[in-house]
């Protein structure tokens, strides 16, 4: 299966926790027949504990070696590297209620399977639970840092060094998965969206 050229080679899904980065990228990697990179694999080792900026970067440099590939995650740390390669941005800009009801969800699912997190690490369920405690909850830290991690996102469109990105954003479940599905049924992806500037907004 070939590239789908008007996405490009190189595509990054983004967005907040929760918003289905992982599983997006996955769909459009299998569809685009490309590497998928999850970069919470490429950070997390044992334990929760994140791995240093040398050793993340140089994991980093070596996924994205291959000619096509779909990243998913944000990580600023590593932005200089995996950017200026890509094509194409995705951004999953789903609403907070969203965002906290999948959380929810997906930790409790995690906690009672055992799933195992990048053959590294497991959840526990009542941390996301201490809502006072944004370094140890999720819910807390999706809440907390919501709005300003948009802006941010936001700013990034706008910014000169990425003017050579296609940025596609997308604002609800459903317009993710019209979006997703013209990808997959078309040769060109259906975006049924108005541009707005550099960025083509949900």
């Not at 840092?145 to 990105?165: F, G, I, N, Q, V």
């Not at 604002?171 to 259906?190: A, F, I, K, S, Y």
């Not at 108005?194 to 907004?201: C, M, N, V």
Request: hydrophobic share 40%.
């Amino acid at each position: 299966m070939g590239v789908d050229h008007s996405l490009g080679r190189r595509i990054i899904v983004i967005g907040s926790s929760n918003a289905g980065k992982s599983t997006l990228a996955q769909r459009l990697a299998e569809h685009l027949d490309a590497e998928f990179i999850e970069l919470d694999a490429l950070y997390w080792e044992p334990g929760w504990v994140g791995a240093t900026d040398e050793v993340f970067r140089e994991r980093v440099r070596r996924a994205i070696e291959s000619d096509s590939w779909v990243m998913a995650g944000n990580y600023s740390r590593q932005r200089d590297i995996s950017w200026p390669l890509a094509d194409t941005v995705v951004w999953l800009d789903l609403s907070l209620p969203t965002l906290l009801r999948r959380c929810t969800t997906r930790s409790w699912r995690r906690w009672r399977s055992g799933e195992l997190l990048w053959g590294t690490n497991r959840e526990t369920f009542w941390e996301h639970l201490m809502l006072w405690n944004p370094e140890r909850s999720l819910i807390a830290f999706t809440t907390k840092y919501y709005w300003r991690k948009r802006r941010e996102l936001e700013a990034l469109t706008a910014d000169p060094r990425w003017s050579h990105l296609h940025f596609i954003r997308l604002r609800t479940q459903g317009e993710v998965d019209r979006w997703l599905n013209g990808v997959l049924v078309t040769e060109r992806p259906r975006l049924d969206v108005e541009p707005a500037a550099r960025l083509t907004a949900g």
